[in-house]
């Protein structure tokens, strides 16, 4: 019996790998296909991607399912693929993957969201029934990127963690200036690289003293070691270092999940073709950052002061970010800041130990959000590429597909009672009230910001008149962009109902094995005794009522009384132009950081140009002269080298005698 267990347990760990690295090939195999046979393909790249993108869903279904059907105690699997580096010490690199259930909430939310995106860029990616130019490029650019966040998700070390961050910012590079001869798209592709590098450098330097303090890179050592409190050489470790570590991973984290200050690469983003912002700017690459932290949940709990940065961080960007979307009037600019707000939710929740919470937004935000940029880009697709609202109205008769899809993942995203996004984002608002009534205030009013923005755009878009750019033959999108808005929609319905207590809280629980240890662990909940229907959902009800209240306020305002707006414009015009110019973080930066960079570069230029090679022109002048003085020696004619060897022989005869 013992015998047939073990066989039994080295054939699900060998099925376990199998499944993984079908993970990872499958999106690579299929980028790989999609870009070397694209004069075969041509418009028909779409379906490798499709397939392998499909496939990675499917391997990632059975990883999840292993794993919730996992006895208690080996939810969490190590695969070791081979040893890649071995270092001085006799330390090895290896390619591993660490298989868990955040791992398999992630994988999940990654493959399903991308599945669904590439299926709606099949219609998305055509003029007229046409493949736009760059077809199989764009398809290509999608399975790669699949390929780098599974990495990035998969990995059971540091290392592989980095090369996936790495991988996934140039994949996001290269989708978001996918239309490289648009030069605002170039521009924006070229301020996310260089944005992300800005946090990326202090992530790398985090990793780098990671190694330096525990002579190791892998997940595994890591933790064990923090949760000791050891150092590799057996001394304790000293608080300032973990803060240090924390604190430098977390650069990393506000750079690829666009927190402030390093979030003003997001909003421009948004230049990239709408498939890509809802793959990389909603569901996927800008989790990465969460998901960074609720990984390293051991080291960040350890430092009460990184976690007070965290949510500080996180309370500030999700206010920040709303209060900017309240003006914006180009929809998947609204929909770039309303990610930045909820990506400052998810920190907030990481802040306050509520890991759970943050990944529990994270997986519903995937589905609502993933809709909503859709919807955006089937209306961008029906309107020849217009979506600023101040030329759309009435949409709703025209597009009523993308109108239903786009209410429900408003509803969503305005934590409208009973939708995905109520549930998830209850959580967090708990959990900010209780750690402290400030961030839980913030939490609260971004909450009514949110839904208030949100309706704006819907009933400036969707409502009154019908109006739509001249010369638009406005037309419903096709069954490849509404099929995946519909399962979106579903997601955005009912993801959120596997988290709340009369389903058993099954998400929370299926997260427990990871989490309980490091935030669960670092701060225990305070059991409530005697509780009564207030205490236990009366901030529900209360944020249920905001989101309410803020709807109907958006409707009062733009749809039955318009007028205030205007008299709001003309009597807060300081404040309206602070917002419209986004607080003037970018001009900001411009001053100081881009133009001193500039003048710095010029002054370098001037210096190379002049002085370096002034200098190589004195040294060289020298010789110069000297060739030049003795260059009329040699003339060519053979008279004169014969008058010259005359004239040197009678000199040495003269010398001589």
Not at 243 to 252: D, F, N
Not at 530 to 544: D, R
Request: glycine residues 8%.
């Amino acid at each position: 019996m013992v015998a047939n267990a073990r066989v039994a347990e080295r054939m699900s760990v060998e099925t376990l790998k199998l499944s993984c690295l079908v993970v990872l090939l499958a999106p690579l195999v299929a980028a790989v296909l999609a870009g070397a046979f694209s004069p075969v393909l041509r418009g028909r790249a779409h379906w490798p991607v499709i397939l392998g993108v499909g496939t990675s869903l499917a391997a990632a279904i059975h990883i999840a399912w292993q794993i919730f059907h996992a006895p208690s105690g080996n939810e969490t699997v190590y695969l070791v693929i081979y040893n890649w580096i071995t270092d001085s010490g006799g330390s090895s690199f290896k390619v591993d993957f660490l298989i868990d259930p955040l791992t398999a909430v992630m994988l999940l939310t990654v493959t399903g969201v991308s599945l669904l995106v590439v299926i709606y860029s099949r219609d998305y990616m055509r003029q007229h029934g046409h493949p736009e130019r760059g077809y199989e490029r764009f398809f290509a650019f999608l399975g790669l990127f699949v390929f780098a966040m599974c990495t990035l998700v998969l990995c059971g070390n540091f290392l592989l963690l980095y090369l996936g961050w790495e991988a996934v910012g140039l994949c996001s590079y290269l989708l978001i200036g996918f239309y490289y001869g648009k030069p605002a798209a170039a521009a924006a592709a070229k301020k996310a690289f260089l944005v992300n590098r800005v946090g990326d450098f202090g992530f790398g330097l985090g990793i780098l003293l990671i190694y330096l303090s525990f002579r190791t890179l892998d997940y595994r050592a890591v933790f064990a070691m923090v949760e000791q409190g050891l150092l590799a050489s057996g001394e304790t470790i000293p608080a300032a270092t973990l803060t240090t570590i924390a604190l430098l991973l977390l650069c990393g984290a506000c750079g690829k999940s666009a927190q402030l200050p390093l979030h003003v690469w997001l909003p421009d983003a948004m230049e990239g073709p709408s498939p890509v912002s809802a793959l990389i700017h909603a569901a996927t690459m800008v989790t990465a950052g969460v998901y960074m932290i609720a990984r390293c949940g051991a080291i960040f709990a350890a430092s009460e002061t990184a976690m007070v940065v965290v949510a500080i961080i996180g309370a500030a960007t999700a206010l920040f970010a709303a209060t900017i979307a309240l003006v914006q009037t180009d929809m998947k600019r609204i929909l770039a800041y309303s990610t930045i707000s909820q990506l400052g939710y998810m920190f907030l929740a990481l802040g306050v130990y509520a890991a759970d919470s943050a990944v529990f937004h994270l997986f519903t935000h995937a589905f609502f959000k993933a809709l909503l940029f859709l919807g955006a880009g089937s209306v961008m697709h029906a309107m020849g590429g217009v979506i600023d609202l101040r030329h759309l109205s009435g949409l709703r008769r025209v597009l009523p597909w993308t109108y239903a899809t786009f209410l429900i993942g408003s509803l969503a995203l305005a934590g409208f009672p009973l939708f995905s996004g109520f549930f998830s984002k209850d959580e967090i608002i708990h959990h900010a009230l209780a750690a402290h009534p400030v961030l839980g205030i913030m939490a609260l009013v971004t909450a009514a910001l949110t839904a208030f923005y949100t309706f704006r755009m819907v009933f400036l878009a969707f409502h009154g008149t019908t109006r739509v750019p001249e010369g638009v033959h406005a037309h419903e999108s096709g069954g490849w962009m509404l099929a995946p808005l519909c399962v979106l929609s579903v997601g955005a319905i009912a993801a959120g109902y596997v988290g709340v207590n009369f389903t058993g809280r099954t998400f929370q629980h299926f997260l427990a094995p990871v989490l309980s240890k490091t935030f669960a662990a670092a701060h225990p909940a305070t059991p409530v005794e005697h509780a009564t229907f207030w205490s236990s959902y009366g901030l529900m009800v209360l944020s249920g009522a905001i989101s309410i209240a803020a709807i109907a306020a958006a409707y009062v305002v733009y749809v039955r009384q318009p007028w205030i707006t205007g008299l709001i414009k003309a009597s807060a015009t300081g404040v309206y132009r602070l917002l419209w110019r986004k607080y003037y973080v970018d001009e900001l930066y411009d001053r100081a950081v881009i133009e001193p960079a500039r003048q710095t570069a010029r002054i370098c230029v001037g210096i190379d140009d002049y002085f370096v090679d002034g200098l190589i022109w004195v040294v060289t002048a020298i010789p110069r002269g000297v060739a030049y003085l003795l260059r009329g020696l040699q003339s060519g004619l053979m008279q004169t080298y014969a008058l010259s060897m005359v004239a040197g022989v009678a000199l040495i005869i003269w010398f001589v005698l």
